[in-house]
Every structure is written in structure tokens, then in C-alpha cells.
């Protein structure tokens, strides 16, 4: 698994219209957020931080049992910590999700269950808030939030606590729903 350095730097590159990260002088990871949605902090080179470096072990941490490859993995972890980071604030759009009871306030990191009348994803918790949280897709295959319109692999949306669900992992090549 790829380990942080304090030689990562973030930047955008206008040229790609992108956050990047520069891991070295061969090696760029490009953010996968529009620049629509990032504050403006993100168009100024930056160091990749200790509390990102933070971020980005719990993140690595709370994923480690999911169904992915290793640069999965990774690409998972470091869309997290900029979405983090460098995500401007956004609003729920919880109408896209079923409220599955009371809900519960997850951690960070955490993997939850959100589901609608077309299926079911799994999501990890980004950034908690006191009824909300910024989460992000985790599964490979695209999740149907309508019948038009689609999220991918590693799209943040924020959403209320009552729509999710706790997950517990069953073992370590597949989850399950738990209550």
C-alpha cells in the first residue's frame, strides 16, 4: 500500500482542469472531483499535510476489508482526503435515498449502506456533520440514484443519517448489511 510522504505536494493543473497530487517526480494522482466543486484553497500549490497524511491512514484503515484492488484502494483513500480537504460545502440530496429508521451518527471512515427503489451501495463517511454526512461511492459499479441519472466509483454526495445503515463485515472478500 502506497504510504504518505512529506514530499506529496497538491497543485491544479489547468491544463487537465484537475486537483492533482504530485507522489513524485514521475508519479501524479489526478483528483477525481470537477473543479466546480472545490474551494478556493485547492488552486494553490500545497504540501500534503500531517492531518492529511492522518486522513489518509484511517482511510486505508476502514477500507482494508473491501472487495478491491490494492490501486483501488489507494484511488479510494486519496479521493477521500481531498474531498476532505478541498470539497466546497454542499447541500444533502437525500431525496435519492430510502430513510432506513432513526440513523445513527457513523464515524469517519465508515462504510454504510444507502439504498433507493433501484438497488443498494456502499458508501464511505468522508466528512461527518451533526445530521448529515459527506459520503463517497465505494462500489465499482455504478449506483442508479434515478433512472437517468448515475453515480460512479468514488463521487461524493452528501446525505442525511436516517438514509444510511451500518454495515458489518462479514469476511474479508465481502460485506453484508447488519439490523
Not at 474551494?39 to 497524511?53: R, W
Not at 440514484?145 to 454526495?157: A, I
Not at 452528501?158 to 453484508?176: C, E, F, I, P, T
Request: glycine share 4%.
Amino acid at each position: 500500500m502506497l504510504k504518505p510522504s512529506d514530499t506529496w505536494s497538491w497543485y491544479y493543473d489547468n491544463k487537465a482542469r484537475s486537483l492533482m497530487l504530485e507522489l513524485s517526480m514521475d508519479m501524479v494522482f489526478c483528483v477525481n472531483l470537477p473543479s466546480k466543486v472545490l474551494i478556493d484553497e485547492a488552486f494553490n500549490k500545497s504540501k500534503f499535510s500531517v492531518d492529511d497524511a492522518a486522513s489518509y491512514e484511517m482511510f486505508v484503515e476502514y477500507i482494508s476489508f473491501l472487495p478491491l484492488s490494492e490501486p483501488r484502494k489507494v484511488e479510494l483513500a486519496l479521493n477521500c482526503v481531498a474531498a476532505k480537504r478541498f470539497h466546497k460545502p454542499m447541500l444533502p440530496k437525500s431525496w435519492f435515498f430510502e430513510s432506513q429508521g432513526d440513523g445513527y451518527c457513523p464515524a469517519e471512515g465508515e462504510v454504510v449502506s444507502l439504498k433507493n427503489d433501484l438497488g443498494e451501495g456502499h458508501f464511505i463517511i468522508v466528512e461527518n456533520y451533526e445530521c448529515a454526512s459527506m459520503c463517497m461511492l465505494v462500489d465499482m459499479d455504478a449506483f442508479a440514484l434515478n433512472p437517468v441519472k448515475y453515480m460512479s466509483f468514488c463521487e461524493p454526495v452528501k446525505v442525511m443519517h436516517d438514509r444510511m445503515a451500518k454495515l458489518q463485515v462479514v469476511n474479508s472478500s465481502y460485506y453484508a448489511l447488519v439490523g
